[in-house]
């Protein structure tokens, strides 16, 4: 019984452990890009015009949200991973606080959930994101993604029982931009896992998604 | 073994229609409505060496969507560069070149360069949300579309104060689907539209040609030597406030 317990345990403090130090790295790197020499130029350089490409990596945390009451009872929590590419759709629209640019692009999510049970969860999911003009170097942005998901988790909580399921996300961040060519960022999303209806029971879960990142422009 | 066989079709059809999104999705091109004297045959005109006057730039103007612009140091590079390919000028000047003495005979060059640009963004918008709710399948099918526009007004001014005024436009759309789109898409389209604009400039300069010769026109024994120093009447009128009555 207690081999039971403990072969478990040791499991989930391995991979722990392995996203423990995949956000160090993640941490490591962006640290090492803020003590770059920033060369912003300002109103010197080209702005982000249409057809120029974004890859970014994201990392957060997923902390639950029992927003159904009684009918939602897991605490699903983990890390996150968000590698992701987008692209500018328009030059810079609008006039006044809401001027910005319009990205459209896709990001794949992958999360090791470490509650309720170690498993995990990967999906494909198209955004489309608004990127406010803001300062040119502080650049607050708001996205929406949302696509197919499909995780182990489903089946061993009460709320979810196909593993085919969608992931919608909704939020916003900053973009701190160091160069025109690399922005870190930081922000707050708001996630949905459901299966549309596909199978029975689907109470859904929910979670905030606090998160870190950089992007590279080309 | 039979479970796994539609798996392995539906992964290979999956593999094949990324390959056909991603290779169908990249392509562009660029549309372009020319000006109606780019098209024709260059004029040829002999000039002796003699002949030959040199042109100074006085100001070059940028106008964009109606709102003036900082001038790119590129656009009157390429204006001067055009200028000096036809060989009615033994010399060509920018706006930082000094002027010849007015003893001299030379032209003065002033150009507008005024362009219109429609990124259709809310067209783009639209399109973009419905090629990534249909996972990017609907790629190839969507194209999105950039327009610009280009109108180039350029007057040259003999020594002896006579002015003749060129004007050209044109005008270009670059097609392309989402996989294809570049920044360098966008220069490609306004460096064909500026190019068809001067090409069509130059064949009328050259149709004037006898109108730069230095035998043209004398100097002038009294040249101007006066010129008017005033500043523009602002475009933009007041907004009329309005204030409750009630207070």
Same mark, same amino acid.
């Given at each position: ?16 452990? #392995? ?24 109103? /010197? ?110 089946? #061993? ?33 708001? #996630? ?27 | ?41 260059? /004029? ?20 964009? /969507? ?119 898409m966008i220069d490609e389209l306004k460096g064909h539209v500026t190019e068809s604009c001067l090409t069509a400039l130059m064949q009328q300069i050259v149709h004037d040609t006898t109108f730069y010769t230095a035998s043209s026109a004398p100097i002038l024994n009294q040249p101007i030597r006066s010129v008017s120093v ?18």
């Amino acid at each position: 019984m207690s081999r039971q317990s403990t072969q478990p345990t040791k499991v989930r403090n391995g991979c722990w452990i #392995q996203s423990q130090a995949l956000v160090i790295i993640l941490l490591l790197t962006i640290t090492l890009c803020a003590s770059l020499p920033i060369s912003y130029a300002g109103e /010197n350089t080209p702005p982000l015009t249409i057809g120029t490409q974004e890859i970014g990596l994201s990392v957060g945390y997923l902390f639950p949200h029992l927003l159904k009451g009684k009918k939602s009872k897991t605490e699903q929590s983990g890390p996150a991973f968000m590698p992701s590419w987008s692209m500018m759709l328009t030059d810079p629209i609008g006039n006044g606080w809401y001027r910005g640019q319009i990205l459209i692009g896709a990001e794949i999510v992958y999360i090791q959930f470490q509650q309720p049970v170690l498993t995990h969860g990967a999906g494909f999911a198209p955004s489309i994101k608004y990127l406010f003009e803001g300062t040119h170097k502080i650049r607050p942005y708001v996205i929406f993604s949302g696509g197919p998901f499909y995780t182990d988790l489903a089946g #061993q909580i009460p709320e979810q029982s196909g593993r085919f399921n969608f992931v919608l996300t909704v939020g916003g961040g900053i973009s701190w931009f160091l160069t025109p060519q690399m922005s870190l960022n930081a922000g707050y999303r708001f #996630q949905h896992i459901s299966n549309a209806q596909t199978s029975y029971p689907n109470v859904g879960l929910n979670a905030s998604l606090p998160f870190l990142g950089f992007s590279l422009y080309f | 073994m039979k479970a796994k066989l539609p798996l392995r079709w539906t992964i290979i059809g999956c593999c094949g229609l990324i390959i056909a999104t991603l290779t169908t999705g990249c392509a562009r091109w660029i549309e372009l409505v020319a000006a109606p004297d780019s098209s024709q045959e260059p /004029n040829v005109r002999t000039i002796s060496r003699d002949e030959q006057v040199p042109l100074v730039m006085d100001s070059v103007r940028m106008t964009r /969507n109606g709102s003036p612009q900082n001038l790119p140091l590129e656009t009157e590079q390429r204006v001067l560069g055009t200028l000096r390919e036809i060989g009615l000028f033994t010399q060509l000047g920018g706006m930082d070149s000094a002027e010849p003495s007015a003893s001299e005979k030379f032209i003065r060059a002033r150009l507008l360069f005024d362009e219109t640009i429609d990124p259709h963004p809310g067209d783009a918008a639209w399109k973009g949300i419905v090629i990534g709710a249909s996972m990017f399948i609907l790629t190839p099918f969507i194209p999105l579309e950039y327009d610009f526009a280009a109108h180039v007004t350029l007057e040259l001014e003999r020594w002896d104060g006579q002015v003749k005024r060129y004007e050209s436009q044109s005008a270009g759309t670059a097609h392309y689907q989402l996989f294809g789109a570049t920044p360098f898409m966008i220069d490609e389209l306004k460096g064909h539209v500026t190019e068809s604009c001067l090409t069509a400039l130059m064949q009328q300069i050259v149709h004037d040609t006898t109108f730069y010769t230095a035998s043209s026109a004398p100097i002038l024994n009294q040249p101007i030597r006066s010129v008017s120093v005033k500043s523009k009447r602002p475009k933009i009128t007041s907004v009329p406030i309005s204030t409750a009555s009630g207070k």
